[in-house]
């Protein structure tokens, strides 16, 4: 995050600039959405900071009158809008009739809770993560904007004001909810709050995130790679079969979940000791446990990524997020064997290599 220029109170314009890192999840998606990891007793989820980042720049301009313009350099959209009203009334349109849809929700909903009704407010976007990728770029948009936005309007002793990363949270994950008409998971912005190599824990009483050691998230990152499929996955349809199916009894789904809920626990243990060699055999059954929950999350394409990514030595792969598309997680011996897959050219052109690395700077 870099600040041109402090304060606005000298009627100055203030520009600052902000990347949120977005995540793998190796282990407990899913059991991440309220009520599961209620009904579940608790659920822990294992996912990475990876440089693979959202990035924005906004500015402010004292005026008396309201002004936001948008702009997405990935989509080509921009948008303009000089009153809050028509701002609430472009949140009620489809996406497809406003594209920019996600973005006016996070601001209107922030100007509104902060009482900002004044000022020029401009914002620029790119995105560095595929469309429909898996690696939880919407929310990750959203925590960094609302940051974005609380940081600047100067407002940090205001009651209202989100200055503190598990509000930021529950703001955004609310809105998200709002957004998509389906219940919203609760991982995805984590690692982009706080950085590093993380557990993620949720129950009706507390919610909490520990890191591990840095040295563990370079360990796995080294021997990791994402094939991005090209093909855009949708998570809150491929959710909301599985919250369907769980509460209306389907057994088969219930015990999928308990299995996934129990091998984060299995999991979680293997790094608090060390023991990277049976966390990675263990993300075999994390995908395993996963096809149970819903036919929608295995598919052709990521079928044939794992044929390819076989052939060249990986030895572990989950899809990312809710599956069905997006990108597929594998895991290689070791980091030579995995740089050696990178430079092999992939069999289908819309199909993208990215690399990893484990990112321990987070938003706070």
Partial sequence: MAALKNKFANESIEVRKYSGHCRVDWVGGTTDLWPFYCHLGSARVINMAIPVNINLEISYEPSKKFSLKVESLDLKTRSQHSSLSVLASDIKKT??????????????????????????????????APPGSGLGGSSVLGATLIKAIHDLSGN??????????????AFNFNLEAAEIEKPAGEQDALPALFGGLLSCSFSAETKKVSRY????????????ALIHTGKPHHSGINNWDVF????????????ALEGIRDLAEEMHAYLERGDVESFVKAVNKEWALRKKLSNTFDVPVLRQAWSFAQKSGAIARKACG???????????????????ALEKTLPKKDWIWIPLSCETQGLF
């Fill in 244 to 255: 369907k199916k769980y509460h209306e009894g389907n057994k088969k789904v219930r015990s």
């Fill in 322 to 340: 809710a599956g069905g598309g997006g990108s597929l997680l594998l895991v290689f011996p070791n980091q030579q064997i995995r740089d050696l």
């Fill in 156 to 169: 940090s002793e205001n009651e209202n004001s989100v200055t503190d990363p598990w509000k930021i949270h």
């Fill in 213 to 224: 050691s840095d040295h563990l998230g370079v360990e796995l990152a080294n021997r990791s």
């Fill in 95 to 128: 996406t497809k009739q406003n594209p920019l849809r996600w973005v006016h929700r996070l601001c209107y909903y922030s100007f509104q809770k902060l009482r900002l009704t004044s000022g020029t407010w401009t914002l620029s976007l790119k995105s560095d």
